[in-house]
């Protein structure tokens, strides 16, 4: 191996995320679909349980373990100033799949109502742009999602 191979090497990101930077990503995902939820100023209980579902599946969290990682991340979302707060860590340690089916919840919420608002659609777009999706990636994210999944049953299964 090279002197370039090893360095290359060092300066990859890792493949293992320690444990407090995994408790981090869970809270910058939290936040991010709390903040969705609240996009149209109207928090309904069927985003909140798509939220939860999100997270359960996401993380392989069980019930109590979601409804604890959401208390915090509503409570630190609500002193967030920024979004960048939370996509610059996801952005960092998110592959793409992971930030595609970030991208695919966020739209599972929004939906969750039944009502897509149009400041809910702005919020993705402009979570996408700062996690690095492509507008075309997030235009093709949307398309298959609602292709693919009937108006009422775009909600995770419980």
């Known amino acids: 191996m090279s002197i370039w191979d090893r360095i290359r090497a060092a300066l990859a990101p890792s493949s293992v995320v320690p444990e407090e930077i995994e408790h981090q990503l869970r809270l910058a995902t939290g936040a991010l679909l709390l903040e969705m ?5 109207k928090v309904m209980v069927e985003e909140r ?11 392989d969290l069980n019930p109590d373990e ?5 208390a915090i991340a509503e409570a630190e979302s609500e002193c967030a100033v920024s ?3 939370y996509t610059s860590l996801i952005k960092e340690y998110f592959g793409e799949a ?6 695919e919840d966020l739209w ?25 999706v492509p507008d075309r990636t997030l235009a093709e994210i949307r398309r298959t999602f609602e ?11 419980a």
């Open 37 to 41: 939820c609240r996009a149209d100023f």
């Open 49 to 59: 349980e798509s939220i939860a579902r999100a997270i359960r599946r996401a993380f």
């Open 66 to 70: 979601t409804r604890e990682l959401m």
């Open 83 to 85: 979004l960048q707060i």
């Open 98 to 103: 992971q930030k595609h089916r970030l991208i």
């Open 108 to 132: 599972r919420v929004a939906w969750a109502d039944g009502e897509l608002h149009t400041l809910e659609e702005n919020l993705i777009n402009r979570i996408g742009r700062l996690l690095e």
């Open 147 to 157: 292709a693919t999944t009937p108006l009422e049953q775009r909600q995770l299964p």
